[in-house]
């Protein structure tokens, strides 16, 4: 079973830091674009930043600047650098990535999803 764990979410100030670590657990063969989403209360999950396995990025338009997406290949981790954070970053963010099990097949899987909270 595929597993995508979260890390590094919490409480920080306007103007804080905080680093979000996901990593892939399983029996998998392969793992192409990760991705993170969030999701604000009665907003609809949007992406915030994408990145494939050669290290291209894609960023939403609110973030860019301040956020950078990376990965390490090895580890079959992607993170999310968060800097200059806004109270509108608040929100419950989720690992996305299409994987290969060693059983062949594709899919695309979801994190459970950790809790950003930026204070004014």
């Known amino acids: 079973q595929v597993q995508l764990v979260e890390s590094g979410g919490g409480l920080v100030q306007a103007g804080g830091s905080l680093r979000l670590s996901c990593a892939v657990s399983?029996?998998?063969?392969?793992?192409?674009?990760m991705a993170w989403y969030r999701q604000a209360p009665g907003k609809q999950r949007e992406l915030v930043a994408s990145i494939t396995p050669g290290g291209s990025t894609n960023y939403a338009d609110s973030v860019k600047g301040r956020f950078t997406i990376s990965r390490d290949n090895a580890k079959n981790t992607v993170y999310l650098q968060m800097n200059s954070l806004k109270p509108e970053d608040t929100a419950v963010y989720y690992c996305?990535?299409?994987?290969?099990?060693?059983?062949?097949?594709?899919?695309?899987?979801w994190g459970q999803g950790t809790q950003v909270t930026v204070s004014s």
């Open positions: 996305n990535a299409a994987i290969k099990t060693q059983a062949g097949w594709w899919n695309n899987y």
């Open positions: 399983g029996r998998i063969r392969s793992i192409n674009t």
